[in-house]
């Protein structure tokens, strides 16, 4: 079997993360908001939130925000951070965790949506941040790389441009998160991030992290229980509490702890570049395919270890099934939950076939993928 859909979730917990998991499997089981500071379970929320805080560059870990995930997180981002009447502007490869919040709000006439047109091959040009600010511009929205077609966004230069008029920017790192490094006090005002994908930690594990001014600004959009201030009906103001109503997933923040504090311990660096030359290997090797269309970049300094291909008269989910029943390779086929990408890329409504790759991956697994694509 050969695993190549790390876009959507990494397949494997390293061996120390599932040791840790396991050690708590072995004891009881406790609410990380709702007991005392000393026990390892309470220990392991602050722990999660220094290594996240770190991993983004960010000095404060009160300021590290956990939800089920990065969809939650772009949700609760977006909503709190709205006014209504105001300018948002984001790109046309957005995954559909913002997109939809987006449109849902556009439909309801509470916010002007203006999309900023990228490049059929994902790429954006910085300067049209510039040319589409408004006077009521408050908020840009921006996936770091998308998801289908694997090409990073300049989001250092965009983000600039954002703060020059104080608009407020927030940032999806599902595919890039302990990945590409990223430091947050020069970048965004929020980044929402998912525990299971480039993270390596469990599903159902992600948050967001903010600024200051984020953090004083944004409503919160969902409310209840915090276990602090109890004789209110009012939420908290103070984080983390002001944005963590409710139980909170303690075994995924024991994952996500051990999961990143390991990619520090490795560093961003080396495991970007490893992914950069088995990206830049598995681009070589398609070029040498007449019948394969790959999208993106082709340039495996300016993609994510992904790249999505069209098989010349050959139906995506097709190839896909055909990768998998005669190579035993995973892939994922279709529309990726990113239409607009798809649009953008001229790939719609066919789809295509995504090859994404990670820490387990081999430089022989991906000379396999490129001889069963020859075969077919």
């Known amino acids: 079997m050969i695993y190549a859909n ?52 960010i000095a404060n870990p009160l300021r590290v925000i956990f939800t089920s995930g990065a969809t939650a997180a772009l949700n609760m981002a977006i909503n709190g951070l709205v006014t209504h009447g105001c300018h948002v ?83 999806d790192t599902a595919q890039t998160a302990g990945i590409l490094p990223l430091s947050m006090e020069a970048d965004c005002d929020v980044i929402a991030f998912a525990g299971h994908k480039g993270l390596g930690a469990l599903a159902g594990i992600g948050g967001f992290a903010l600024s200051e001014r984020a953090a004083r600004e944004m409503r919160q959009w969902m409310r209840g229980g915090t276990g602090s201030a109890s004789d209110s009906l009012e939420m908290p103001d103070f984080l983390p509490d002001k944005f963590e109503p409710g139980t909170q997933n303690t075994f995924g923040i024991i994952s996500l702890a051990a999961s990143v504090e390991e990619i520090l311990r490795t560093g961003v660096k080396a495991i970007r570049e490893r992914e950069r030359a088995l990206t830049a290997r598995f681009i070589e090797g398609l070029t040498e395919r007449k019948n394969i269309t790959p999208c993106g970049t082709l340039n495996a300094d300016r993609s994510m270890a992904l790249v999505s291909i069209v098989v010349r008269g050959q139906d995506a989910g097709d190839v896909s099934r055909r990768l998998f029943d005669e190579h035993g390779i995973i892939t994922r086929s279709g529309l990726h939950c990113s239409p607009a990408a798809h649009k953008t890329a001229g790939t719609f409504p066919a789809g295509t076939v995504r090859f994404s790759f990670g820490r387990g991956t081999t430089e022989a697994e991906i000379d396999a993928i490129l001889k069963a694509l020859e075969e077919l």
């Open 6 to 57: 790390y876009a959507a979730t990494s397949p494997a917990l390293t061996p120390s993360v599932a040791a840790e998991l396991r050690g708590y499997l072995d004891g009881i089981h406790l609410n990380a908001g709702r007991n005392f500071e000393g026990l390892p379970e309470v220990a392991a929320a602050l722990r999660a939130r220094r290594a996240v805080g770190q991993l983004f560059g």
């Open 89 to 171: 502007l984001a790109t046309s490869v957005e995954h559909n965790a913002a997109a939809r919040p987006l449109h849902a709000l556009q439909k309801e006439g509470i916010i002007d949506l203006e999309y900023l047109r990228c490049a059929p091959d994902g790429s954006l040009e910085p300067e049209t941040v510039r040319k589409a600010v408004k006077k009521n511009t408050r908020l840009l929205v921006m996936t770091h790389a998308s998801n289908v077609l694997g090409t990073i966004l300049p989001v250092t230069e965009c983000f600039k441009t954002a703060r020059e008029f104080g608009i407020f920017t927030i940032l």
